[in-house]
């Protein structure tokens, strides 16, 4: 029996043709599971519009005859959220036809970028014309702009220029009617009342679909140079952290490593360690110059003292620039790493305040590794925003099952503890289908009023991603 997601599909083929539309399944198996290989799901057809008029004939059409379609750009989502129910009965509306970036204007300092643009595009188009993007993260060779706004991507750089609600100055979106919203004129002000460009940025297609963005470049910065330090404990990185801040604003870049991570990532990329001898814990921060003081010897001088005062153990200032780009491949290499090296694992992307962060750790460490003997708690990540990526390894408790198991207890766990500090069980991965219950379960009455109700007022025949993010 034909379904209504085959027939739309069929009807969708007809309108724009087969460079659109496919039920191939060869053309959709690829995409029909999420990058970590957690979810599979199913869909009717494959759909890839080229422009925006064509998103919106698919979204009218989609809305009128009640079946689902779930946005994907780059499908790097750690929390299966661009995968599709297993049920199917949906569309796979991909976005990565509409790649083109539409201006990049160097004296207004933006670029106009469709949803399907990889970030890494859009870094090589600034950096031609003397500008940057100052968003990077360890996917942006796959990741794309409508993925990246609708998660409100985060990554290594959020220190100084925020996230990616920070670096849109507008968006070009199709809400759930087909209707098209168009915000990339690029006013600085305006006050009519709620900002949907905000609405839809984190909404996780839950909304509507991003079509092109506006964004904000940054200037290049006079140099960039990168550090490794080694020591203590996350007290110790937070003091660092704090003294660094109080001395300079050219901090970009500030990332906790544990040694036992560190190590992870050595083997894993058989590189040689940084350091003469190990440390508990180690930093990587990145610093860009003004022009005022070359931002390695504004780097060299901080540290020096930094080591002089006992706060830091061992520090090295990369001397070339393929010595600090090895150093961030380390660094973006540590989640495969891990997994290859300590294997199964529960996977946390937590924030709380900065300053409770090594309270935090400490209490989780114990108390997740009192109760689960044999488990082991490790964080790495963004110490500088307050978000680690804590992992509690099952070491030896570890089965095929372990993580749809005892690992939901854990994570529950832990998501209770992050509560009780204050924090936020989504820093940046966004919501997905992996946390929408614990969402439900942990989430503010009224946060989650106001979304179910912004969710049934735009979206009420619930065709933009369902099961994911809105609980
Ligand atoms: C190795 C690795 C490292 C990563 N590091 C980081 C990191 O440091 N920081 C971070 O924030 N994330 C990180 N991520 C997660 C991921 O890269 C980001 O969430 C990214 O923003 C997803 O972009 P994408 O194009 O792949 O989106 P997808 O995975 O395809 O989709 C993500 C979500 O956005 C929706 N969506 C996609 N395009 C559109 C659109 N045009 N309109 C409406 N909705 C849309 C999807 O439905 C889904 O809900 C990492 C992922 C990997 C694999």
Known sequence: MTSAADRLAHELLGRLGDKVVTSD??????????????????????????????????????NEAGVPLVPQGGNTSMVGGATPPEEGGVLLLSLRRMNRIRSLDEHARVAVCESGVVLETLHEAATARGLRFPLTLGSKGSATIGGLVSTNAGGTQVLRFGTMRGLVAGLEAVLPDGSVHDG??????????????????????TLGVVTAARLKLAVQPADHATALCGLEDPAAALALLQRLEGETDQVEGFELIPHDSLEAGLRHLSMKAPLARAHGHYVLIEATGNGDEPSATLLERLLGEALADGLIADATVAATEAKSAALWRLRDGLSDAEKQVYGLATQHDISVPVEAMPAFLEEVEDKVEARWPGVDVSGYGHLGDGNIHLHVRAMTRGSDDWREGEGVEIERFVHDLVVAHGGSISAEHGIGQMKRDELARLGEPARLHAMRAIKAALDPNGIMNPGKLVP
């Open 25 to 62: 399944r060869a053309a959709l198996a690829p995409w029909l599971t999420d990058w970590r290989g957690r979810w599979t799901g199913e869909a009717a057809a494959l759909v890839q519009p080229g422009s925006t008029e064509e998103v919106s004939t698919i979204v009218a059409a989609a």
């Open 184 to 205: 990339l004129s690029g006013l600085k002000k305006d006050n009519r009342g709620f900002s949907l460009d905000q609405l839809l940025i984190g909404a996780e297609g």
